[in-house]
T-cell receptor
Framework: AQTVTQSQPEMSVQEAETVTLSCTYD???????LFWYKQPPSRQMILVIR??????QNATENRFSVNFQKAAKSFSLKISDSQLGDAAMYFC??????????FGKGTKLTVNP | NAGVMQNPRHLVRRRGQEARLRCSPM?????VYWYRQLPEEGLKFMVY????????ESGMPKERFSAEFPKEGPSILRIQQVVRGDSAAYFC??????????????FGDGTRLSIL
């Protein structure tokens, strides 16, 4: 079975500072994809960033970047220059060997002005 | 450029009634997925459908829940004889083909089901 674990139920960061959200996963698949989704209070699921497991280079999207450690099965999200609009629930997700996305329980990020 | 459309946005039912949730995938997408999000939880996979076919229903509860994606019209998630434990947000996602993750799934805004 595939699992995704987010060990930080809540995190907070000061505006303009950097924060890192943790995620570990387990899968027996050799080919898989990892995702971070943002869910603001409006409840939309917004794709933040995607990583292909066979690529060693860490994905980046503007202020968002990941630290992908394949051997450790770790996939953390770094948000630089945090903005008030970054406040949301963040979900780590895994897809491998099927069309199912497996989600973690989420981390609630608060951004303090 | 309409995205994935779900309706209603919020649905209230009394215990024992039926709930029908609708999902229209993005234009050009023929694969639909349903996920359920219980309070304070992440999303959990329920079912994966193509037009007129259920491909994977391994996440569906064995009783009272069913899903379809007809040749014409939206995908429907149907919950019969609802109970309080069915209260959750139900999300639909779509993709153009079997992607294995190479193309991200596009999500709708969800339907929040409340059971009185």
């Amino acid at each position: 079975a595939q699992t995704v674990t987010q060990s930080q139920p809540e995190m907070s960061v000061q505006e303009a500072e950097t924060v890192t959200l943790s995620c570990t996963y387990d899968t027996s698949e050799s080919d898989y994809y990892l995702f971070w989704y943002k869910q603001p209070p409006s409840r939309q699921m917004i794709l933040v960033i995607r990583q292909e497991a066979y690529k060693q280079q860490n994905a980046t999207e503007n202020r968002f970047s990941v630290n992908f450690q394949k051997a450790a099965k770790s996939f953390s999200l770094k948000i630089s220059d945090s903005q008030l609009g970054d406040a949301a629930m963040y979900f780590c997700a895994l897809q491998g060997g099927s069309e199912k996305l497996v989600f973690g329980k989420g981390t609630k990020l608060t951004v303090n002005p | 450029n309409a995205g994935v459309m779900q309706n209603p946005r919020h649905l209230v039912r009394r215990r024992g009634q039926e709930a029908r949730l609708r999902c229209s995938p993005m234009k050009g997408h023929s694969h639909v997925y349903w996920y359920r999000q219980l309070p304070e939880e992440g999303l959990k996979f329920m079912v994966y459908l193509q037009k007129e076919n259920i491909i994977d229903e391994s996440g569906m509860p064995k009783e009272r829940f069913s899903a379809e994606f007809p040749k014409e019209g939206p995908s429907i998630l149907r919950i019969q004889q609802v109970v309080r434990g069915d209260s959750a947000a139900y999300f639909c996602a779509s993709s153009p083909w079997f992607t294995g993750g190479s193309q991200p799934q596009h999500f709708g805004d969800g339907t929040r089901l409340s059971i009185l």
